[in-house]
């Protein structure tokens, strides 16, 4: 009879057990772009005069990562989503982020850098835009939960 496994084999195993799971994840688990939402199920209302201008300001500054519509894309996470929802990400937390960038934290998409280009007034519009849209989506205000 052997004995039980060494240290050493014992991280050998987890190591070869680990790289099968990376493996077949990688395989059969949901793709980074699978996962984003599809801008075909973005639901778009009929929208305030100021968030139909922060569309505008979107599409041109900020929907090459963030998607049409704010879908997501392979590059960026989708804003239509409940991570976003105004009780976990305020209006001010989109402000900062424009203004100082932020730091990866709830996807694998890398930092986003600060956008100097966009003004205090665009970032207004472009955050009653994405609002107006998780709205119509079904994303309220909840409370932040850890």
């Given at each position: ?7 050493s084999e014992l991280l050998i195993a987890g190591i070869v057990v680990s790289g099968i799971g990376i493996a077949a994840w990688q395989a059969i688990g949901p793709r980074a772009d699978a996962r984003m939402s599809s801008a075909a199920t973005v639901r778009v ?102």
């Amino acid at each position: 009879m052997k004995l039980p496994l060494s240290l050493s084999e014992l991280l050998i195993a987890g190591i070869v057990v680990s790289g099968i799971g990376i493996a077949a994840w990688q395989a059969i688990g949901p793709r980074a772009d699978a996962r984003m939402s599809s801008a075909a199920t973005v639901r778009v209302p009929a929208l305030s005069p100021q968030a139909v201008a922060g569309r505008h300001a979107f599409d041109a500054n900020c929907a090459l990562c963030h998607g049409e519509r704010g879908a997501g894309t392979g590059q960026g996470p989708p804003l239509v989503h409940d991570i976003y929802n105004p009780g976990h990400h305020a209006d001010e937390s989109f402000l900062r982020a424009v203004r100082q960038g932020v730091p990866q934290h709830h996807w694998p998409f890398g930092d986003m850098p600060a956008l100097p280009q966009v003004s205090d007034a665009q970032i207004a519009d472009i955050v009653r835009y994405v609002r107006e849209l998780q709205q119509a989506n079904g994303i309220v205000r909840r409370p932040h939960r850890m």
